[in-house]
């Protein structure tokens, strides 16, 4: 229990930061990715949509730290979550030729160790 415990305090931290990094300097993150936001419906897109998602992930995770009964449904979701990004990911990286892709080379491994991690926790609470 401990493990899970501190994957999803891990998780909570960084998906703090970068959610709030995402709703306070919506352009800057966007541009290391290579996305250009061309107007304001789309930076507050972003600020929604990467910002305020992520902080919301947070707040639940935050809540199955603090609640037993939530601890194996936020692990499920990580892994799920995770799981489909990395996924989502690697088709795209297919589709659009993705060999020079950095940004989301790195996105990838960050993906998959984090849906690995949540899984070895999740199976750790299963013992």
């Known amino acids: 229990m401990l493990f899970a415990r501190i994957v999803l305090s891990i998780q ?3 998906l703090l930061v970068l959610g709030l990094a995402y709703f306070i300097r919506p352009e800057e993150m966007t ?7 061309m ?3 789309a930076v507050t897109e972003v600020r929604a949509y990467y910002g305020g ?8 995770l935050a809540m199955a730290l603090l609640r037993m009964d939530l601890l194996r449904p936020a692990l499920l979701l990580l892994v ?7 996924l989502a990911r ?3 990286l297919w589709l659009d ?11 990838l491994l960050l993906e998959v160790v984090s849906a ?9 609470l299963s013992r």
């Open 90 to 92: 690697i088709a795209g």
């Open 31 to 37: 541009s290391l990715s290579g996305a250009l936001l």
């Open 53 to 60: 998602l992520q902080l919301g992930l947070a707040a639940y």
């Open 12 to 14: 909570i931290a960084a």
């Open 39 to 41: 107007g304001n419906a």
């Open 80 to 86: 799920l979550l995770y799981s489909s990004l990395a």
């Open 97 to 107: 030729g993705g060999a020079q892709q950095t940004f989301n080379l790195y996105a």
């Open 116 to 124: 690995g991690l949540a899984w070895w926790a999740l199976r750790g």
